[in-house]
């Protein structure tokens, strides 16, 4: 690989260790996004980090080089030589996992790899101590929120149904009442929030800085790299970022690692009052007889 090529991969590396914010977000996003800024012009990769075209112009130029374009081609031709590596070592394309001529049956074996390799990933990095104190957190606090954009509030919605059967009541607010929902709660409450990139530049992840001074128990469900949003939480339950932003087919990855976590989550939370919990859980059961297709319905 070219020197050139390695010096824009190590300057980003650097800048997403010690830079100021500005760059140092530029930084995250390009090493998170990888070859999917490819596909994204230059007021797109500036609109994904909230900053301007003169930030990433000044970024390129204390990497080296003379602008943006010529700073983004040794970067697209060093995260190519990454991702296949990863690609190898993973045996599938966690962006792209089948083609355009893919047959089901490839389909099927690419993303139960990637299911696999989620599975692997949670394992390896998600602390049973962080689990118990985070459920410890969620059973103690009065009020319980869960926060997520796009895909990941219906995986908020999905973890609250299983809390309800167990007597705890978590509120998942829409779009337009969150910012009023987050704003009502106080000390000892606890905000679950879960977001792939653990940006705090946009949403209600606006709201995470302040709700932390408020003594509002923040949890979050993000990856473990470069996430301000895990830095900035009492309770971090992270997985690796290992697939693009923009550039992919689905969140296959990341949607599987946030769901495995909210359902151990939510076991954990069972385990910890488990008698109390399973019978919560079968009054609930039974309150669904009559109301929905039997076999809808749990085996008992």
């Given at each position: 690989m070219p020197d050139t090529t390695n010096k824009a991969l190590r300057y980003a590396h650097e800048a997403s260790l010690g830079m100021p914010s500005s760059i140092k977000d530029v930084a995250d996003f390009l090493l998170s996004e990888g070859?999917?800024?490819a596909d994204?012009?230059?007021a797109q990769v500036a609109a994904s980090v909230y900053t301007s075209k003169p930030t990433l112009v000044r970024f390129a130029k204390r990497a080296g080089y003379t602008g943006w374009k010529d700073y983004r081609h040794d970067f697209l031709l060093a995260m190519q030589e990454v991702e296949r590596r990863r690609a190898e070592q993973a045996d599938v394309d966690i962006n792209y996992p089948f083609g355009e001529d893919a047959e089901p049956g490839e389909i099927v074996q690419s993303l139960i790899r990637i299911q696999h390799l989620a599975t692997d990933e949670v394992q390896r990095h998600v602390s049973h101590t962080e689990l118990v104190r985070t459920a410890h957190?969620?059973?103690s606090a009065p009020n319980v929120m869960l926060i997520g954009g796009h895909q990941n509030h219906y995986?908020?919605?999905?973890?609250a149904t299983n809390m309800c059967t167990i007597g705890i009541l978590c509120h998942v607010p829409t779009a337009d009442q969150t910012a009023s929902a987050l704003r009502a709660l106080s000390e000892g409450d606890c905000v679950i929030m879960v977001s792939y990139s653990g940006s705090l530049n946009h949403g209600p992840f606006l709201f995470a800085p302040s709700l932390k001074?408020?003594?509002v128990h923040l949890v979050a469900v993000t990856n473990a790299q470069r996430?301000?949003?895990g830095g900035i939480a009492e309770y971090a339950l992270t997985y690796r970022p290992l697939e693009h932003y923009h550039g992919k087919i689905g969140p296959f990855y990341s949607g599987a690692c946030t769901t495995l976590i909210l359902d151990l989550l939510y076991a954990t939370c069972f385990s910890l009052r488990y008698r109390e919990s399973d019978t919560s859980r079968r009054t609930a059961t039974e309150g669904l007889v009559g109301i929905?297709?039997?076999?809808?319905a749990s085996s008992e």
């Amino acid at each position: 690989m070219p020197d050139t090529t390695n010096k824009a991969l190590r300057y980003a590396h650097e800048a997403s260790l010690g830079m100021p914010s500005s760059i140092k977000d530029v930084a995250d996003f390009l090493l998170s996004e990888g070859t999917g800024i490819a596909d994204l012009t230059m007021a797109q990769v500036a609109a994904s980090v909230y900053t301007s075209k003169p930030t990433l112009v000044r970024f390129a130029k204390r990497a080296g080089y003379t602008g943006w374009k010529d700073y983004r081609h040794d970067f697209l031709l060093a995260m190519q030589e990454v991702e296949r590596r990863r690609a190898e070592q993973a045996d599938v394309d966690i962006n792209y996992p089948f083609g355009e001529d893919a047959e089901p049956g490839e389909i099927v074996q690419s993303l139960i790899r990637i299911q696999h390799l989620a599975t692997d990933e949670v394992q390896r990095h998600v602390s049973h101590t962080e689990l118990v104190r985070t459920a410890h957190a969620i059973l103690s606090a009065p009020n319980v929120m869960l926060i997520g954009g796009h895909q990941n509030h219906y995986r908020c919605q999905s973890f609250a149904t299983n809390m309800c059967t167990i007597g705890i009541l978590c509120h998942v607010p829409t779009a337009d009442q969150t910012a009023s929902a987050l704003r009502a709660l106080s000390e000892g409450d606890c905000v679950i929030m879960v977001s792939y990139s653990g940006s705090l530049n946009h949403g209600p992840f606006l709201f995470a800085p302040s709700l932390k001074e408020q003594g509002v128990h923040l949890v979050a469900v993000t990856n473990a790299q470069r996430s301000p949003l895990g830095g900035i939480a009492e309770y971090a339950l992270t997985y690796r970022p290992l697939e693009h932003y923009h550039g992919k087919i689905g969140p296959f990855y990341s949607g599987a690692c946030t769901t495995l976590i909210l359902d151990l989550l939510y076991a954990t939370c069972f385990s910890l009052r488990y008698r109390e919990s399973d019978t919560s859980r079968r009054t609930a059961t039974e309150g669904l007889v009559g109301i929905i297709p039997h076999d809808f319905a749990s085996s008992e």
